[in-house]
C-alpha cells in the first residue's frame, strides 16, 4: 500500500473516533437492511414507487410539522401511514393501477407541500435539509428511534416472512392457502411508510427511494433463492451506506447522494456479474 | 358427503350474469372438465367455490361449508391460470415454491421444519422433478413450472385438486403428459379433481364427468351421456355433437394405443 493510501485509511479509522461518524453508520446501517429486505417484496410486486410517491407525502407531513412549529416525525408517521393506505385501497378496491394510484397522492403530496411552504414565506433550511438528508447532522435520539424502529420493522418482516413470500409470489393461490393477503398486503406499505419516514433524515426525500428499490434491484440479478436474495439486498444496502458515509466524509460532498451513487456502482457491478456469467 | 356443491348459484358481475343458476355436485374421487368458451364463466366458478369471489345468490358448499368460512385449506390444492406472469427473474427456486404449498391452514408466524423438507423433497421425487430442485422457477420450460406448481398443491395430500387451464401454455406433448398425471393421481390417489379446459374433445380420455357451461349450464354427466344427451344436442346441434364425440373416440383410441 502506498504512503498515500495508508494515509487516507489512518483517517477513515480515526472518522470512527467522531460521535457524529459514529451515529450516521449506526443509523444509517440499520436503516438500510431495513430499507433493502422491504425493497425485495416492494420491487417484486412492482410497488417500487411506493416508496417514492410516499416521500413526496412526507414533503408534505414535513412542512405541515415545521408550519405548526411541531417535530416533523410526529405529523409525518401519520399522515404517510394513512397516505399508504389510501394507495393500497385505490388499487385493491378502486380498481386504478398501482403506479397511477401512487402518482395521484404523490402529486398530491407535493402540491401539498408547496402550498403550506409558500403559506410559511417560502422554503426554508430546516425543509431543504429534509429534502436531501443531513446524516452527519442526526442526534442521538433520532439513532435510537432509527435503532428501535428497524428493530421493530425486521422482527414485523420475520413474523410475517411466509406470508409475505406466497402474497409476493402468488396472491391468488396465497389467498386459497388460508393467508389473510389484504393483511400482509396492508401490513408491507405500513411498513414501507415508516421506513420511508425513518430515512428522511438519513438519505434525504428525493433520494429515500433508491434505498428500497437498488439494493433490492442489485441482489435481484444474482439469481438467488429468495432467502439469499434478501440477505444479499441488505448486504449491498449495508455496504452502500458504510462506504457512502466515508466517502462523504473523505471527499466532502453530501452523504446521502454519496450512498446513492455507491448503491448503482454495486447494481452496475451485479449486473455485469449477470451478464457475464449469463445466469 | 359432496366434496362440491353448487346450488342455483349466480354471480353477476357490471350487470351480467356471469354465472347463471348453477348447480352441480361433485363427490368424493370423482374427476370433472369444466369446460366452455372464452368468457362462459368457468375461471369465476372455481373462484365462487374457492371464496375468491362472493356469488350474487344460491349456495356453494366445500367440504360441506360455506367457502367464506372454510378454514381447512389443507384439504384443497389449486393452480391458478396464470402463476409466472413472466417474471424469469422472480427469486424463487422450485424446492421453495413447492414448500409454499405447506403454508395452508398454517398460523403465522409460519415455519417450515427438517420434517416440511421432507414433504418437498418426496413430492419432488413423486413427479420426477428432484432435477430442478435448486433452480429458478422462472428459469424453467412451462411443462417444468406446471409440475412445479402441481408439486405445490400436492404437497399437503390435499383431498380436492383445482385446476384453471392447467395445460394452456404447454405444448401437445407436454399437455398430454401432464393430463396423465393429474389422471394417475385421481385414479391411484381418489383425489378429487375439478379441471377447467378449453379441450371439449380431449377431457373426455381423462375425467369421468364433464361440465359444460356457457354462463347457465348447459350439461353435466359422462361424456357417453354427452353424446346422447338431448340438451347438448340442442345447444350444439346434432352435427357438431356428433363430430365432437367422434373425435374423442378417435382420439381415446389413439390416446390408449399409445399408453400400450
Known amino acids: ?279 | 358427503m359432496s366434496v362440491v356443491e353448487f346450488k342455483k348459484v349466480t354471480y353477476i358481475a357490471s350487470g351480467k350474469a356471469v354465472l347463471d343458476n348453477i348447480s352441480f355436485t361433485v363427490s368424493q374421487g370423482n374427476f370433472v372438465g369444466i369446460v366452455g368458451q372464452n368468457g362462459s364463466g368457468k375461471t369465476t366458478l372455481i373462484k365462487t367455490l374457492l371464496g375468491l369471489l362472493e356469488k350474487s345468490s344460491g349456495e356453494v358448499k366445500l367440504f360441506g361449508e360455506n367457502p367464506a368460512r372454510f378454514r381447512d385449506w389443507k384439504k384443497v390444492g389449486y393452480i391458478p391460470q396464470k402463476v409466472m406472469t413472466g417474471e424469469n427473474r422472480f427469486p424463487l427456486t422450485a424446492s421453495e415454491a413447492v414448500g409454499l404449498g405447506l403454508l395452508s391452514g398454517m398460523k403465522s408466524p409460519k415455519s417450515i421444519d427438517s420434517a416440511d423438507r421432507a414433504k418437498v423433497k418426496a413430492t419432488l421425487e413423486t413427479l420426477n422433478i428432484t432435477g430442478i430442485a435448486d433452480k429458478l422457477v422462472g428459469s424453467l420450460s412451462g411443462g417444468q413450472q406446471q409440475r412445479v406448481m402441481l408439486a405445490r398443491a400436492l404437497v399437503n395430500d390435499p383431498e380436492l385438486l383445482v385446476l384453471d387451464e392447467p395445460t394452456a401454455a404447454l405444448d401437445v406433448s407436454a399437455g398430454e403428459a401432464f393430463m396423465k398425471l393429474i389422471r394417475d393421481l385421481n385414479e391411484m390417489r381418489k383425489v378429487t379433481v375439478l379441471l377447467v379446459t378449453h379441450d371439449i374433445a380431449n377431457i373426455g380420455k381423462y375425467a369421468d364427468k364433464m361440465l359444460y357451461i356457457d354462463n347457465k349450464m348447459v350439461f353435466f354427466g359422462t361424456f357417453g351421456d354427452f353424446c346422447v344427451s338431448p340438451d347438448a344436442a340442442l345447444y350444439f346441434g346434432k352435427y357438431a355433437q356428433h363430430i365432437i364425440c367422434h373425435r374423442h373416440d378417435h382420439e381415446r383410441a389413439e390416446g390408449v394405443a399409445r399408453d400400450v
Open chain 1, 1 to 279: 500500500m502506498t504512503m498515500k493510501g495508508r494515509k487516507e485509511l489512518r483517517a477513515m479509522f480515526e472518522a470512527l473516533h467522531y460521535s457524529f461518524i459514529q451515529k450516521a453508520l449506526l443509523a444509517g446501517g440499520f436503516i438500510s437492511v431495513l430499507c433493502a429486505v422491504l425493497g425485495v417484496f416492494l420491487v417484486l410486486k412492482k410497488f417500487s414507487l411506493i416508496g417514492d410517491g410516499l416521500s413526496h407525502v412526507t414533503f408534505f407531513s414535513i412542512a405541515l410539522g415545521l408550519f405548526f412549529k411541531t417535530s416533523p416525525l410526529y405529523v409525518s408517521v401519520p399522515v404517510v401511514a394513512v397516505s399508504s393506505l389510501g394507495i393500497l385501497k385505490l388499487t385493491e378496491k378502486g380498481k386504478v393501477f398501482g403506479d397511477t394510484a401512487i402518482g395521484i397522492v404523490s402529486s398530491l403530496g407535493i402540491a401539498g407541500g408547496v402550498i403550506i411552504a409558500s403559506l410559511s414565506g417560502g422554503f426554508n433550511l430546516d425543509l431543504m435539509s429534509y429534502l436531501f438528508g443531513s446524516i452527519l447532522t442526526i442526534q442521538w435520539a433520532e439513532v435510537v428511534l432509527s435503532v428501535a424502529l428497524s428493530a421493530l420493522v425486521i422482527a414485523l418482516v420475520i413474523f410475517y416472512y411466509h406470508d409475505l413470500v406466497a402474497a409476493t409470489f402468488d396472491e391468488e393461490s396465497a389467498k386459497v392457502m388460508g393467508i389473510n393477503t389484504g393483511r400482509v398486503n396492508k401490513v408491507l406499505v405500513l411498513l414501507t411508510s415508516l421506513t420511508v419516514v425513518l430515512s428522511m433524515r438519513i438519505v434525504g426525500i428525493m433520494l429515500v427511494s433508491s434505498f428500497l428499490i437498488i439494493p433490492a434491484a442489485s441482489a435481484l440479478q444474482l439469481g438467488l433463492s429468495f432467502r439469499s436474495t434478501i440477505l444479499a439486498s441488505a448486504a449491498f444496502g449495508f455496504v452502500s451506506v458504510i462506504s457512502g458515509i466515508f466517502i462523504s466524509y473523505a471527499a466532502d460532498i453530501p452523504a446521502g447522494a454519496s450512498i446513492v451513487m455507491v448503491s448503482f456502482l454495486l447494481f452496475c457491478a451485479a449486473f455485469g456479474l449477470r451478464k457475464v456469467t449469463g445466469r
